[in-house]
């Protein structure tokens, strides 16, 4: 089961000039990609590659990895409308230069005993502290996946995915059902998954 936890992230001065550098590079390079694909009507992931991908990298610096995770946003961006087309599209997309970004694990990864992360930038990696909740730091043992990185009310974040085993399920057999006539469902709901993520922890550490 895929779930998100979400950090904030608590760069320094000049940390947090980088990650905006990168997450307005990241949407300009965007945008010069989606031009690309509409005068071209190329959807293809692999031929778009091959149309930008070192263009992309000296125009705007990026590394390896961004410019291959920008080229699959725009991908992604064009995907339902591209498969439903019976013509030409006609409009272009534009990606907003505080957009969110994807950063896959060769991009981030976390020290979980000292909260910090190491995040990939224009410059290189990073080394940062993050703040989180119980609740995520707890899902964050079980980080899969792709990151996204977002910008919102002047801080950074990331939405980490997350695969949380599937529990076991037992057979019952001559169960009564009780009805306690709770009407707070939402709590309830949140006391289940909360139970749910603490028994996947113990499974996972107990191993």
């Known amino acids: 089961m895929v779930v998100v936890a979400q950090i904030k992230l608590v760069p320094d001065r000049e940390q947090f000039d980088l990650l905006m550098e990168t997450l307005t590079a990241m949407n300009l390079a965007c945008n010069q990609i989606s031009a690309v694909v509409f005068d071209n009507q190329c959807f293809n992931r692999t031929r778009l590659h091959k149309l930008t991908y070192y263009a992309i990298r000296e125009d705007f610096g990026l ?3 961004m410019t291959i995770r920008a080229i699959g946003k725009v991908a992604d961006a064009y995907k339902v409308k591209a498969q439903k087309a019976t013509g030409p599209i006609d409009t272009q997309r ?3 230069l505080k957009g969110a970004v994807a950063f896959d694990c060769r991009m981030v990864s976390f020290d ?9 930038t224009l410059e290189g990696r990073q ?3 993050f703040e989180v909740g119980d609740n995520a730091r707890n899902l964050l043992a079980f980080q899969k996946g792709e990151s996204d990185l977002f910008f919102r009310n002047g801080h950074f974040f990331l939405n980490v995915s997350c695969d949380i085993p599937e529990p076991e399920l ?3 057999e001559n169960v009564i059902g009780v009805d306690l006539g709770y ?11 909360t139970l749910l993520i603490n ?7 107990s191993e």
């Open 183 to 193: 009407a707070e469902l939402f709590v309830i709901l949140n006391y289940i998954i």
């Open 127 to 129: 080394v940062m502290k």
């Open 63 to 65: 590394k390896s990895q």
């Open 94 to 96: 534009t990606f907003r």
């Open 170 to 172: 037992i057979d019952h």
């Open 112 to 120: 979980l005993s000292s909260d910090s992360l190491s995040i990939l």
């Open 199 to 205: 028994n996947s922890l113990a499974f996972h550490f």
